[in-house]
Nanobody, 127 residues
């Protein structure tokens, strides 16, 4: 059974940092893409950052470039999201997502490309 288990969400002050973790298990073949999406109340789910686990290519939303860093521990099938210089607008539920097959690079931010999802971890940034 495929499982994505997130951890690391918390409440922080603006300008602070958090590191999210997502441990993937149960895949017969390791997923090609692991990444993070977020959803704030009343808003659609949006792509934050994704990593191609084979080639190591990374993709970021413009709103987090330069502040967030996605990385992976291939041996542990775990993906991380280091979030620095957090802003109140980063407040959301953060979800880990995984996909087995290849997709066009420009499709990385579309949530419907990812069949596997974690339960989410809450990040709250106060001003």
């Amino acid at each position: 059974q495929v499982q994505l288990v997130e951890s690391g969400g918390d409440s922080v002050q603006a300008g602070g940092s958090l590191k999210l973790s997502c441990a993937a298990s149960g895949f017969v073949i390791n997923p090609k893409y692991l990444g993070w999406f977020r959803q704030a109340p009343g808003k659609e789910r949006e792509g934050v950052a994704v990593i191609n686990t084979g080639g190591g290519s990374t993709y970021y939303a413009d709103s987090v470039k330069g502040r967030f860093t996605i990385s992976q521990d291939s041996a542990a099938n775990t993906v991380y999201l280091q979030m620095d210089s957090l802003k109140p607008e980063d407040t959301a539920m953060y979800y880990c997502a995984a996909r087995g097959g290849l997709i066009l690079d420009r499709r990385w931010m579309y949530s419907n490309e990812y069949p596997y999802w974690g339960q989410g971890t809450q990040v709250t940034v106060s001003s």
